[in-house]
């Protein structure tokens, strides 16, 4: 498929390498005139999918994936990340009204006012962030 028109998108064009493999996604919305380029995929020198927008995978020496990283990300709300996935251990991602990134996993944020990070708290450490008048 080089092109669709799903009902949420005026359409989507892809376009792929000489053996058939997708390299590219290009979403448009013509009431916006906004194109949407949701990233690349790549391959390795065997044609195996490495890396997709969302995904990133790893083969051992007798090409079976041995490590995935995989994302959900929520288009619905300003695309922010929702859940990642690395090797089977899924992290959680909470955002606020401002979205702003308030925790990741066990990973908790803070910001002031202007939307500087504050704090970051990771399994009880704290890192506390000042700035100076330049932001």
């Known amino acids: 498929m080089i092109q669709a028109n799903p009902p949420t998108l005026d359409n989507e064009t892809y376009s792929y390498d000489k053996v058939g493999n997708r390299l ?17 995929w790549q391959y390795n020198a065997r044609d195996q999918l490495i890396s997709t927008p969302l995904n990133n995978f790893q083969y051992d020496t007798q090409c079976i994936i041995n490590s995935e990283t995989s994302q959900l990300v929520d288009t619905a709300n300003n695309g922010n990340r929702i859940q990642s996935t690395t090797n089977g251990v899924l992290t959680n991602y909470v955002y606020n009204a401002n979205d702003w990134l308030l925790s ?19 399994g009880g450490q704290v890192t506390t962030y000042r700035y100076d008048g330049l932001g």
Do not use: I, P, W
């Open 104 to 122: 990741a996993g066990s990973v908790a944020y803070t910001y002031d006012a202007s939307g500087n990070t504050l704090t970051e708290t990771d």
């Open 24 to 40: 590219s996604e290009l979403l448009g919305d013509t009431n916006t005139g906004k194109n949407t380029n949701t990233g690349q």
